[in-house]
Protein backbone atom coordinates (compact mmCIF):
# COMPACT_ATOMS: atom_id res chain seq x y z
CA UNK A 1 0.00 0.00 0.00
CA UNK A 2 1.56 3.36 -1.09
CA UNK A 3 0.25 6.33 1.44
CA UNK A 4 1.09 9.41 0.24
CA UNK A 5 0.53 13.35 1.35
CA UNK A 6 0.66 14.79 -2.48
CA UNK A 7 -2.30 14.13 -4.88
CA UNK A 8 -0.13 12.07 -7.06
CA UNK A 9 2.39 9.05 -6.89
CA UNK A 10 5.44 10.11 -8.48
CA UNK A 11 6.12 7.36 -11.23
CA UNK A 12 2.59 6.10 -11.00
CA UNK A 13 -0.80 7.30 -13.04
CA UNK A 14 -3.73 7.12 -11.01
CA UNK A 15 -6.23 4.66 -13.05
CA UNK A 16 -9.02 4.49 -10.46
CA UNK A 17 -10.63 6.61 -7.52
CA UNK A 18 -12.27 4.41 -5.27
CA UNK A 19 -13.31 7.53 -2.59
CA UNK A 20 -12.62 8.71 0.66
CA UNK A 21 -10.99 6.38 3.63
CA UNK A 22 -10.57 6.96 7.22
CA UNK A 23 -8.95 5.36 10.15
CA UNK A 24 -10.33 6.47 13.03
CA UNK A 25 -9.46 5.84 17.03
CA UNK A 26 -10.06 7.51 20.41
CA UNK A 27 -8.24 6.53 23.54
CA UNK A 28 -7.88 7.73 27.01
CA UNK A 29 -4.71 8.61 29.06
CA UNK A 30 -4.82 6.11 31.97
CA UNK A 31 -5.03 8.51 35.61
CA UNK A 32 -0.97 7.63 36.43
CA UNK A 33 -0.26 9.36 32.96
CA UNK A 34 -2.95 12.41 34.13
CA UNK A 35 -0.97 12.87 37.10
CA UNK A 36 2.35 12.86 35.72
CA UNK A 37 1.40 15.33 32.93
CA UNK A 38 -0.12 17.98 35.38
CA UNK A 39 3.06 17.93 37.06
CA UNK A 40 5.08 17.80 34.55
CA UNK A 41 3.05 20.61 32.85
CA UNK A 42 4.13 22.94 35.47
CA UNK A 43 7.46 22.28 35.26
CA UNK A 44 7.80 22.39 32.03
CA UNK A 45 9.26 19.49 29.38
CA UNK A 46 7.84 16.84 27.37
CA UNK A 47 5.05 14.82 27.84
CA UNK A 48 6.68 11.43 27.04
CA UNK A 49 3.55 9.30 28.09
CA UNK A 50 0.94 11.74 25.97
CA UNK A 51 3.51 11.16 23.21
CA UNK A 52 3.81 8.04 23.12
CA UNK A 53 -0.20 7.63 23.31
CA UNK A 54 -0.53 10.23 20.20
CA UNK A 55 2.40 7.96 18.47
CA UNK A 56 0.34 4.70 18.62
CA UNK A 57 -3.36 6.15 18.05
CA UNK A 58 -1.25 7.54 14.77
CA UNK A 59 -0.57 4.36 13.96
CA UNK A 60 -3.37 2.20 14.92
CA UNK A 61 -5.43 4.89 12.76
CA UNK A 62 -3.28 4.97 9.58
CA UNK A 63 -3.14 0.92 9.75
CA UNK A 64 -7.14 1.07 9.83
CA UNK A 65 -6.89 3.57 7.11
CA UNK A 66 -4.64 1.17 5.09
CA UNK A 67 -7.46 -1.77 5.49
CA UNK A 68 -10.23 0.34 4.64
CA UNK A 69 -8.72 1.39 1.46
CA UNK A 70 -7.27 -2.40 0.72
CA UNK A 71 -10.89 -3.52 1.23
CA UNK A 72 -12.03 -1.17 -1.38
CA UNK A 73 -9.91 -2.37 -3.75
CA UNK A 74 -7.33 0.30 -3.88
CA UNK A 75 -3.20 -0.19 -3.60
CA UNK A 76 -2.88 3.75 -2.87
CA UNK A 77 -4.00 6.24 -1.01
CA UNK A 78 -3.27 9.93 -1.90
CA UNK A 79 -3.73 13.30 0.08
CA UNK A 80 -3.39 11.54 3.41
CA UNK A 81 -3.78 13.83 6.40
CA UNK A 82 -3.96 13.12 9.76
CA UNK A 83 -6.32 15.20 12.45
CA UNK A 84 -5.97 15.19 15.94
CA UNK A 85 -8.44 15.92 18.93
CA UNK A 86 -8.42 16.25 22.97
CA UNK A 87 -11.25 14.14 23.61
CA UNK A 88 -13.01 15.15 27.17
CA UNK A 89 -9.24 16.60 28.36
CA UNK A 90 -8.37 12.85 29.34
CA UNK A 91 -8.25 10.96 25.95
CA UNK A 92 -6.78 11.84 22.46
CA UNK A 93 -9.01 11.16 18.90
CA UNK A 94 -7.01 10.37 16.18
CA UNK A 95 -8.60 10.66 12.44
CA UNK A 96 -6.36 9.49 9.58
CA UNK A 97 -7.87 10.25 6.02
CA UNK A 98 -7.47 10.74 2.62
CA UNK A 99 -8.43 9.63 -1.09
CA UNK A 100 -8.16 5.52 -1.83
CA UNK A 101 -6.81 5.22 -5.61
CA UNK A 102 -5.86 2.39 -7.88
CA UNK A 103 -2.43 3.24 -9.17
CA UNK A 104 0.07 1.60 -11.62
CA UNK A 105 3.31 2.34 -12.61
CA UNK A 106 4.23 4.57 -15.60
CA UNK A 107 6.95 1.98 -16.80
CA UNK A 108 5.72 -1.59 -15.84
CA UNK A 109 9.36 -2.86 -16.55
CA UNK A 110 10.70 -0.43 -13.62
CA UNK A 111 7.47 0.17 -11.26
CA UNK A 112 8.69 3.05 -8.71
CA UNK A 113 10.70 4.84 -11.53
CA UNK A 114 10.33 8.00 -12.36
CA UNK A 115 10.35 8.35 -16.13
CA UNK A 116 12.80 11.64 -17.52
CA UNK A 117 11.66 13.01 -20.15
Same mark, same amino acid.
Given at each position: ??????????????????????????????????? $?? /????? =?? &???? #? @??? !???????????????????????????????????? $?? /????? =?? &???? #? @??? !????????????
Amino acid at each position: MIIVTSNDVPGYRIGYTFGEVFGLTVRSRNIGSNI $GA /GFKAM =AG &GELK #G @VTQ !LLHDCRQEALHRLATEAQQKGANAVVAFRFETTEFG $GT /GIEVC =AY &GTAV #G @VEP !LDPTNPGVVPTN
